[in-house]
């Protein structure tokens, strides 16, 4: 018995080794390896993290050269002018919640779709030589693109009372501008209003009173209030209807003819100044001389309103990209003659 009582504490001596080497020094092996192996895993998770910092340093590098987009988030509480607020109620439905997300997306699109590959040294001198022959005092590099676009013909729309838009021509890509009287919530197409962004920067360079617009994209359905409203009022004077009407065309654009609603066009006036006021003035007489650098000619000049069928507007400039815009100026053409040249000769 007592050989077989020696055998089975034999036996349980096994056991409990075999059990201490699962149970204790096997998990302890675990205990002493893991730590090691976790440690690499905190490296991999490092370098990560790192990579992921210089992804966000180089993004901000690029936001800081991209001019900031203004994205207006809250109501719209401009103090515009007693016509276009009420003719803005009345006339477009849209909330300004539902218009900024359409600018904001929209936007965002484009600059996606803009983004141009690195510049290289080369590029970049040229660029940089090409905008001392401008004669720029602000660094507009990245408004470059903006100024002279990739689309050289995409902004030559002619809008006048032979080519009137229609009832529902709204562009796609209005984008609220930078540089605007207090209270207003100016839009323009994106390449116009990020152009206009540089013509301001260079003119407050340049000792003109800071310019702002006073006007930009206007519906079709604010032009016909303002156009309905003043030809009521002239009837109420005693003229007939057609009478009224034919008086109120020759200072406000008939609906759909107002090239305010293509979204390239946009009076801009000196800090303070009124409409009839800025012809003659320093402002206006740099604006003339400059606007071509950025893209923008005067649309209706002094010489011209037998075509154009409007009186001088030093105040009122369009956008139609640079190329074209430095033909425009060197010509001496208005649109009108300057788009059957190109019909004609090109
Ligand atoms: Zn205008």
Redesign the pocket.
Known sequence: MNYICALKNTLNILKTTRNLVLFAVIPLLFALILPSCAENGTTVTETETETEIITETETEAEAETIPAIETETGPDTAAETEEETTADVTAEPETAAETTVEETTGEQTTEAETTTPPVTETEAETTKAYENALGFKADLSAYEKYMEPEDKDGYLLLVNPDHPLSKDYKPSDLTYIKDKREGRNDRLCLYAAKALEALVKEASENGCKKLASV?AYRPYNTQKYIFDTDVEKLMQQGYSKEEAIAIERKDTAYPGES??QSGL?V?VLGDGMRLYEFEGTYEADWLAENAWKFGFIIRYPKDKEEITTYVY?P??IRYVGRYHAKRIYDTGMCLEEYIEYLANNE
Do not use: C, I, R, V
């Open positions: 006007s090239e305010h066009a009076d507007e105040w009122h």
